[in-house]
T-cell receptor, first 114, second 112 residues
C-alpha cells in the first residue's frame, strides 16, 4: 500500500530533551512538508523540502531542524530550544514541487511535554 | 500578507440539509484552492480542489470559487452525521512558492 507513515503516534518529552519525529513516504513524491497544529488552529508550516538534500524554513522553524538525505524520508527534530512544543505534528507530501499540487498527509504524531 | 479566514463554527445543520462552508483569502494572486476534512484526532484528508472561477462538483460536494471576491466555498448536499468534522480551507498563494496557507477550519456538526 502506498502512503505516508509517521512514528511514533504519541511522544512524550521531558524539558530540555531533543526528540525526533519520523516521516516516510513510498509515493515517490518529490516534496515533503512538516506542519504543526495547535488546538482550534489551522496548520502552520515548519519546514519543507522539494528535493533531496535541500530544505527551506517555513513560518515557524525556530526550535526545529530537519534533514532530507533520502527522497522517502523527512525526519523532524524538536530541539530543547522550542519552548512550547506540545502540539499535533503532521507530515505531508506532494507529487512535484510545482504550484497547486495537492498535499497528502500522514496520520500525525502528538507530542506532549511533561 | 498571507491570510486565510474561515468561521470557526460550530456550524450545525440537520441531517439531509445543505451545509455551506466559506473561506476568504488575502492574496489576490492566489492560484489554487483546496478543501480538507479533518476528523477529531486525525489528519486532514483532501476532499476537493478548484483552480478556476465557477463551480466544481464531486458527488455531494460542490466547490465554488470567485477570485474577484477572493472567496471560495464548499457546499455539502444531503449532509450526513458522518460529515461532522472540521473543514480546512487551504490556499496556494502566488508569493508563497509551492506552499499552502491553511485557514483555522470550520467545525461542522450534522444533527440526526
Amino acid at each position: 500500500d502506498g502512503g505516508i507513515t509517521q512514528s511514533p503516534k504519541y511522544l512524550f518529552r521531558k524539558e530540555g530533551q531533543n526528540v525526533t519525529l519520523s516521516c516516510e513516504q513510498n509515493l515517490n513524491h518529490d516534496a515533503m512538508y512538516w506542519y504543526r497544529q495547535d488546538p482550534g488552529q489551522g496548520l502552520r508550516l515548519i519546514y519543507y523540502s522539494q528535493i533531496v538534500n535541500d530544505f527551506q524554513k517555513g513560518d515557524i522553524a525556530e526550535g526545529y531542524s530537519v534533514s532530507r538525505e533520502k527522497k522517502e524520508s523527512f525526519p523532524l527534530t524538536v530541539t530543547s530550544a522550542q519552548k512550547n512544543p506540545t502540539a499535533f505534528y503532521l507530515c505531508a507530501s506532494s507529487p512535484t514541487g510545482t504550484s497547486g499540487t495537492e498535499q497528502f498527509f500522514g496520520p500525525g504524531t502528538r507530542l506532549t511535554v511533561l | 500578507q498571507k491570510e486565510v479566514e474561515q468561521n470557526s463554527g460550530p456550524l450545525s445543520v440537520p441531517e439531509g440539509a445543505i451545509a455551506s462552508l466559506n473561506c476568504t483569502y488575502s492574496d489576490r494572486g492566489s492560484q489554487s484552492f483546496f478543501w480538507y476534512r479533518q476528523y477529531s484526532g486525525k489528519s486532514p484528508e483532501l476532499i476537493m480542489f478548484i483552480y478556476s472561477n465557477g463551480d466544481k462538483e464531486d458527488g455531494r460536494f460542490t466547490a465554488q470559487l470567485n477570485k474577484a471576491s477572493q472567496y471560495v466555498s464548499l457546499l455539502i448536499r444531503d449532509s450526513q452525521p458522518s460529515d461532522s468534522a472540521t473543514y480546512l480551507c487551504a490556499v496556494n498563494m502566488k508569493n508563497y512558492g509551492q506552499n499552502f496557507v491553511f485557514g483555522p477550519g470550520t467545525r461542522l456538526s450534522v444533527l440526526p
